[in-house]
């Protein structure tokens, strides 16, 4: 017989759940697409971006293209799938020669997605709220040990609307995860304001380097004070932030901006870093690491193409006794050709290149990445590393007829619907395995 009661909590967490994956659907999950998503086009090597290191030849096969329990890759990604494999490859065969092959005790984390500040005002919500927590109950299934909270400029200004509000939100789930003993780490960039991306709208017209630096430090002094994450970012991707604010800063001047709010700050213990895109100018890696008091450098890894930066950086970092997390990393699905297009600085709200990832045909390759991204970390000893695109640890949705050329917003909508159902049924999809199994190996490695 049923149990009345266990049904109606059943109801419940799943309208809280579909609550949370509505909102993930309307804004984009965290403003980073906003267009259809074509079929993608392949094209001779890039030729006008920085050298690739000399690699050793690959040693391993591509990931299997389809299992019984897989589906075929559609023909118009075959050139894509098998360059990213390669791509993949040749920069693990790299870290093969080169590691030794000890694991150290990483914290293994994820995107906290439904807490992103572009949300809006739907975080305060108590009925939202609950869907947070079974996002949360999902991740820590899979061994989760902490999680990347996204709280952007300038939301936690005082003259922020809502700004109460949202502090006594953003307190409560601190207060949550440090119950569950998840390692927090909260990063303050910058809101994509007035966009798709959110229903959030402030005027930033004359907004100036020196006004910005004193609300970012305004928001500093809050997350310490009201959250004491174990690590805090407090700036990263200077590209994107030059889109999204029109203030460009060199890499000098996103030191100086790292440095004001450093100065005489009370840490209270919470560990302080910032960083940049793999994409961005290594220039800014250097200025953060030789000439500021930062406790860490935070990548964020995108275009696998790149994939080499992330190495640089962090031989950077350590030669200035600089810690290493990477706070963002997901498989950047775009071609050479597209790639040599691309204006890097609108590498964040590529639909186009984001659209691709909902399909499940690319589980194998994402699982690879993932496994790749792990050895990177053991490698350079980055300590604490958080997958951006969580909810496809626990699903996908199938590229055919009714789906092939939906525009980004209900591709995302789809796949988060197929996400939440996992979720409440403690299902992962393949690439939430591998995860897992990941977690599991370099936990307290012996």
Same mark, same amino acid.
């Given at each position: 017989m049923l149990d009345f009661n266990q049904v109606k909590q059943s109801a419940k967490l799943f309208v809280a759940i579909a609550i949370v994956i509505a909102v993930l659907a309307a804004t984009g999950c965290a403003s980073r697409a906003n267009e259809p998503s074509p079929p993608a086009q392949s094209s001779p090597p890039l030729t006008s971006l920085p050298p690739t290191p000399s690699l050793p030849p690959p040693t391993s096969s591509p990931p299997p293209a389809s299992s019984p329990l897989m589906p075929a890759i559609p023909i118009e990604y075959e050139e894509l799938y098998y360059a990213l494999?390669?791509?993949?490859?040749?920069?693990?065969?790299?870290?093969?020669?080169?590691?030794?092959? &000890?694991?150290?005790?990483?914290?293994?984390?994820?995107? *906290?997605? #439904? !807490?992103?500040?572009?949300?809006?005002?739907? @975080?305060?919500?108590?009925?939202?709220?609950?869907?947070?927590?079974?996002?949360?109950?999902?991740?820590?299934?899979?061994?989760?040990?902490?999680?990347?909270?996204?709280?952007?400029?300038?939301?936690?200004?005082?003259?922020?609307?809502?700004?109460?509000?949202?502090?006594?939100?953003?307190?409560?789930?601190?207060?949550?995860?440090?119950?569950?003993?998840? &390692?927090?780490?909260?990063?303050?960039?910058?809101?994509? *304001?007035? #966009? !798709?991306?959110?229903?959030?709208?402030?005027? @930033?017209?004359?907004?100036?380097?020196?006004?910005?630096?004193?609300?970012?430090r305004q928001m500093v002094e809050t997350v310490i004070r009201e959250m004491h994450p174990e690590y805090l970012s407090i700036a990263n991707e200077p590209t994107t932030e030059y889109m999204v604010d029109g203030i460009k800063q060199t890499p000098y001047q996103f030191a100086e901006t790292a440095r004001y709010i450093l100065k005489g700050l009370d840490r209270s213990g919470v560990l302080i870093g910032a960083g940049t895109g793999t994409w961005d100018d290594m220039a800014y890696i250097r200025e953060l690491a030789q000439n500021t008091d930062l406790d860490y450098i935070d990548m964020h890894i995108y275009p696998i193409d790149y994939l080499e930066q992330a190495i640089t950086a962090a031989d950077i970092a350590k030669a200035y006794n600089k810690r290493l997390v990477i706070a963002e990393a997901w498989l950047y699905k775009i071609s050479d050709r597209e790639m040599r297009n691309l204006n890097l600085l609108n590498l964040a709200t590529q639909a186009t290149i984001y659209g691709r990832d909902v399909y499940s045909f690319w589980q194998p390759l994402d699982s690879r990445f993932l496994e790749v991204l792990a050895k990177l970390a053991n490698y350079e000893n980055y300590e604490f590393v958080s997958p951006f695109w969580s909810t496809y640890f626990f699903g996908y949705i199938n590229y055919d007829s009714s789906t092939k050329d939906l525009p980004y917003s209900a591709l995302r909508q789809l796949d988060n619907v197929e996400a939440s159902r996992n979720m409440l049924s403690h299902k992962l999809s393949g690439a939430g395995l591998t995860y897992q199994k990941l977690i599991s190996e370099n936990t307290n490695p012996k």
């Open positions: 494999s390669e791509k993949l490859n040749d920069f693990d065969s790299y870290l093969n020669s080169h590691w030794d092959g &000890t694991k150290k005790n990483i914290i293994f984390g994820a995107e *906290l997605l #439904s !807490a992103n500040s572009h949300v809006g005002e739907r @975080l305060l919500t108590e009925e939202y709220y609950r869907g947070i927590l079974v996002y949360l109950d999902s991740l820590q299934s899979m061994g989760i040990k902490g999680v990347k909270i996204a709280i952007d400029y300038p939301l936690l200004v005082p003259d922020f609307p809502n700004y109460d509000g949202y502090v006594r939100f953003y307190k409560r789930l601190a207060q949550e995860c440090r119950a569950r003993k998840l &390692t927090m780490l909260v990063a303050t960039g910058n809101l994509f *304001l007035n #966009s !798709a991306f959110t229903d959030l709208k402030y005027d @930033l017209s004359g907004l100036t380097l020196d006004k910005y630096r004193q609300g970012k």
